[in-house]
């Protein structure tokens, strides 16, 4: 890189984080609801974790849970009912031979179950990891009661080794299609359809280079089809890029699509795809350098049109950290389609640096079309199955499976963009408002265990609350809808909740229902609540597109409440926002109320700071909120508060009987005497000299002073001149047992004390005294 633009992409790199700090495409909840148990019915058993694979059985009126080695029957309605469960564990022995092979015995070498789908006989097809060496059998329910078949066929390439890799998996006829890693060691990635001709990936990068898998989906384009098109398989995933012309791996996301009759070639790749197409998908965020990372998707289709009109929903992440941005974005099912059916190649060119490039392949195409299910076309040409397709068209897919095409979203920008906790999970729900329109309502969960309730209204995004579904916040790892119960499920590594599309009875006051803009809920002028559409026949008041409050009835006066405080002390009265998004002003009096040294604007309150009669008066919480019609301003509190006199009688007088009183004086009385005690019996031990010996005593001690002054002042100048050797005896009186502290012998001692006393100076000092009795120290 020239060093010129590295050093402009340091420059503008702090540029770019300011415009995506203020940038309005940073979108916060209206609303923030703390955790509580009342949010949702929580489904958990003690010692079992990672409730993450979930089945709907609406046919059985159960949601099937599958988490570490243990499938759970739940009741559809509640889930913290359990209609039924079995254990599928691992054994001794296969933990024992996990654990051999490097994994950890009490995380890795578990059974967790990945594959739970629904046949066409009723019966459950079920998969877990099995300590690294993955396994399948078959569930049924019946009579209250689940049981395993105990089949034990191989999951070799259905589920994946490894618990914590990503994979996708879904159930088409009676025929598994999964994409995850054939090995141990998940180095094999593959898409996988297993049934009486099992077809599989090529093991090659141009097919799939190190892939992270997200979601498959089911798509009848065969319904109504007048070319004779064939069923397709969606797959959507992330890898790294062939393609890139950089130093750094880039990841990018894909979606791949496979035809369902698709029986693999004759010579040429056989019993693989020969429908296997991928492309690229983007979700552009702000001018982002690094393309953003797909994480989930949900597929959403109007049951009165064909599939052209289905919508993928796709939410992604950030590859890097230095952004926290998450996004959703919509993808029409007919783009996409199309970029397969009519769009340009790319494919590898060899250059001289030794490495390849991927450009788009000019050249002609071969016929039938490289990809394409067996059609019409190929049928005139007697062409009936993928085994008479010719070498050609083989080869060619087989070298080419990438398109040149990149997939933009709907209106190429996101429904959404918020930063903070990461996006995990997506689920889209469509309901009529009162006014007659029908929205798209997404549901997101996050990895701090919240759930988002969003919407996009013609551009506008909007989020109408955030709620805290576990505790402590754990990621949120599946989201599931029942059309029958209208409820969403989630699962975590320790639990499953229930949640209700629908949380109308948070919104207190008709400002406050009509100001969320949710399309579910709307206020009864009747009954005087925020209630569901759903839930009432009578016309309701709502306003999902311009969030018009004015439509609301007069609201109550709010009560004021008292406070009393005294001269010179401190106050803090409270108000709570209904909403983030609104901002709080203070009035006393009904004038406008100005931060000072004396007033302190908290987000959920005021603080009054040394209090004087000035400060009475009556003091109002007004809560503004804006809208696409208007600013809103309502008042949320009222406090009268009064400054209490020193001359009145409210002060409290300082209590000189009763119990507490007589109670504190025996105790000071009893500390008095012992004081006394104490001190009599140090006078008498002679610790503390009596007050008429001070003198004598302190004489005494200062002509022992002198005398022992004048003694040591007898020592000759050229004598003191010398060095002094410190006299080496113990302070303690005891024994030598032979024993020593250094290296000399006793015999060495014995000359070393010689020569010293011989060379030392003739030193009058006072003698040192042994001290046989410790307590004399």
């Not at 892939?211 to 007048?226: G, H, I, L, Y």
């Not at 040429?268 to 982002?288: E, I």
């Not at 989630?490 to 109308?504: H, K, N």
């Not at 569901?532 to 009578?538: P, V, W």
Request: hydrophobic share 35%; aromatic share 8%.
């Amino acid at each position: 890189m020239h060093p010129l633009l590295s050093l402009s992409f340091f420059w503008l790199l702090p540029l770019a984080l300011m415009l995506e700090e203020d940038s309005p495409l940073d979108c916060a909840p209206r609303k923030s609801v703390p955790y509580h148990r009342n949010n949702a019915h929580l489904f958990y058993e003690e010692g079992v974790f990672n409730y993450s694979t979930m089945l709907l059985r609406e046919d059985l009126n159960l949601l099937m849970l599958g988490a570490r080695e243990a499938v759970y029957a739940l009741d559809l309605s509640n889930i913290s009912k359990k209609r039924a469960s079995v254990k599928w564990e691992v054994t001794q022995k296969q933990k024992d031979e996990c654990k051999n092979k490097g994994k950890d015995p009490e995380t890795e070498c578990k059974n967790y179950i990945r594959i739970l789908h629904k046949m066409k006989d009723d019966r459950m097809y079920v998969c877990g990891t099995n300590a690294f060496d993955p396994e399948c059998d078959y569930m049924s329910y019946a009579d209250g009661t689940l049981t395993l078949e105990k089949k034990e066929e191989d999951g070799k390439g259905k589920c994946p080794f490894d618990p914590f890799q990503r994979y996708a998996s879904i159930m088409v006829d009676n025929s598994l299609y999964s994409a995850t890693s054939m090995n141990f060691l998940g180095s094999e990635p593959v898409l996988l359809r297993s049934s009486a001709v099992s077809i599989r990936t090529e093991f090659k990068s141009s097919w799939l280079n190190e892939p992270s898998f997200v979601s498959m989906a089911e798509m009848p384009e065969s319904e109504k089809s007048q070319e004779g098109d064939d069923d397709k398989v969606y797959l959507f995933f992330s890898e790294t890029a062939v393609e890139c012309d950089c130093y750094n791996k880039l990841v990018v996301s894909r979606v791949a699509r496979v035809c369902k009759g698709d029986l693999g070639g004759q010579r040429t790749l056989q019993k693989k795809w020969t429908s296997f197409l991928k492309a690229r998908m983007d979700c552009p965020v702000l001018d982002s350098q690094l393309p953003y990372i797909i994480q989930d998707t949900y597929l959403w289709c109007d049951p009165q049109q064909d599939w052209k009109h289905c919508l993928f929903y796709a939410i992604f992440t950030p590859q890097s950290d230095t952004s926290d941005l998450s996004a959703v974005c919509a993808y029409q099912v007919s783009d996409i389609s199309r970029v397969f059916a009519e769009g340009k190649y790319k494919t590898p060119v060899p250059v001289e640096t030794s490495f390849v490039k991927w450009v788009m392949y000019s050249g002609d195409v071969p016929t039938p079309r490289p990809g394409a299910c067996i059609n019409n076309e190929a049928r005139k040409a007697g062409i009936t199955q993928t085994l008479d397709l010719p070498d050609r068209t083989l080869q060619f897919i087989k070298d080419r499976p990438l398109m040149d095409q990149v997939i933009q979203p709907i209106g190429e920008k996101p429904l959404l963009v918020r930063r903070g906790a990461t996006f995990t999970r997506i689920i889209v729900n469509r309901v009529q408002a009162a006014d007659g329109e029908k929205y798209h309502v997404m549901f997101i969960g996050t990895e701090k265990g919240t759930m988002l309730k969003a919407l996009n209204y013609q551009g506008e995004m909007f989020i109408i609350e955030e709620t805290q579904l576990f505790q402590p916040p754990e990621p949120v790892k599946i989201l599931k809808f029942s059309h029958v119960t209208g409820q969403l499920y989630a699962g975590s590594d320790y639990g499953a909740v229930q949640i209700p599309l629908a949380s109308c009875e948070r919104s207190l006051s008709c400002m406050d229902c009509i100001l969320a803009r949710d399309p579910y809920c709307g206020w009864d002028k009747d009954v005087g609540k925020c209630v569901a559409l759903s839930d009432s026949q009578r016309e309701l008041i709502q306003s999902v597109k311009a969030g018009n409050a004015s439509l609301c009835p007069n609201a109550d006066p709010v009560k004021p409440m008292n406070q009393s405080i005294w001269p010179g002390g401190n106050l803090k009265l409270s108000c709570p926002l209904p909403s983030n998004l609104a901002k709080t002003s203070w009035q006393r009096d009904s004038s406008p109320l100005t931060p000072s040294a004396r007033f302190q604007l908290l987000q959920d309150g005021l603080l009054i700071f040394n209090a004087s009669d000035s400060d009475s008066g009556l003091y109002s919480c007004l809560s503004v909120e804006s809208s696409k019609t208007a600013e809103y301003t309502t008042t949320v509190a009222e406090y009268h508060v009064t400054v209490a006199s020193a001359g009145g009688q409210i002060f409290p007088r300082a209590q000189t009987e009763g119990p507490s009183v007589v109670g504190l004086k025996a105790v000071v009385g009893l500390l008095v005497v012992c004081l006394l005690v104490l001190l009599a019996w140090n006078f008498y031990k002679g610790h503390l000299p009596l007050p008429w010996n001070c003198g004598k005593t302190n004489s005494k001690q200062t002509q022992e002073y002198r005398e022992e002054g004048a003694l040591n002042s007898g020592v000759h100048y050229q004598e003191a001149q010398r060095p002094a050797v410190a006299e080496d005896k113990p302070l303690v009186s005891g024994r030598n047992n032979g024993s020593s502290n250094n290296n000399h012998t006793g015999g060495e001692a014995a000359h070393s004390d010689a020569r010293e006393e011989n060379d030392a100076p003739r030193v009058s000092l006072p003698s040192l005294q042994y001290i046989d009795d410790e307590s004399e120290i």
